[in-house]
C-alpha cells in the first residue's frame, strides 16, 4: 500500500512559479515511477508529466515542455513538480500518482494522491 500527499498548491500570477511536492509512503516508492496529472473544472484528468523510477527518464505534455521539470528524491520519497511561466490554463487541481512503470494515462497509474489546487490568476 503506498499513500501519496501533495503539497505546494496556492494562488500565483501569470508568469510566476511554483513547485509542488508529493510526499509518499511505502517502501516501494523507489522503484515505482511516478506521474502528475491535473483536473481543471468540467474537464478530464490529464497527463502533465512523469519520472522513471530511478529519474533516469521523463516525460512530459507538449504545452509543459519547456516551462514544468519534474524530478524525483528518493531518500526523502518525494516527487517535485517545478513549475515555472505558469499560464492562467494551469488551473487546475494536481494530483501525483503512482505505478510500476512510466506510463501517461491515469488508468494506468495505481496509487494517487488527494491533490492540491494551482490558481493561476492572469
Known amino acids: 500500500q503506498v499513500?501519496?500527499?501533495?503539497?505546494?498548491?496556492?494562488?500565483?500570477?501569470?508568469?510566476?512559479?511554483?513547485?509542488?511536492?508529493?510526499?509518499?509512503?511505502?517502501?516501494?516508492?523507489?522503484?515505482y515511477a511516478m506521474g502528475w496529472f491535473r483536473q481543471a473544472?468540467?474537464?478530464?484528468?490529464?497527463?502533465?508529466?512523469?519520472?522513471?523510477?530511478?529519474?533516469?527518464?521523463?516525460?512530459?505534455e507538449d504545452s509543459a515542455k519547456g516551462r514544468f521539470t519534474i524530478?524525483?528524491?528518493?531518500?526523502?520519497?518525494?516527487?517535485?513538480?517545478?513549475?515555472?511561466s505558469v499560464k492562467p490554463e494551469d488551473t487546475a487541481v494536481y494530483y501525483c500518482a503512482t505505478g510500476r512503470y512510466l506510463r501517461l494515462r491515469p488508468d494506468e497509474y495505481v496509487y494517487w494522491g488527494q491533490g492540491t489546487q494551482v490558481t493561476v490568476s492572469s
Open 41 to 60: 473544472p468540467g474537464k478530464e484528468r490529464e497527463f502533465v508529466a512523469a519520472i522513471s523510477w530511478n529519474g533516469g527518464n521523463t516525460a512530459y
Open 3 to 31: 499513500q501519496l500527499v501533495e503539497s505546494g498548491g496556492r494562488l500565483v500570477q501569470a508568469g510566476g512559479s511554483l513547485r509542488l511536492s508529493c510526499a509518499a509512503s511505502g517502501r516501494t516508492f523507489s522503484t
Open 71 to 84: 524530478s524525483r528524491d528518493n531518500a526523502k520519497n518525494t516527487v517535485y513538480l517545478q513549475m515555472n
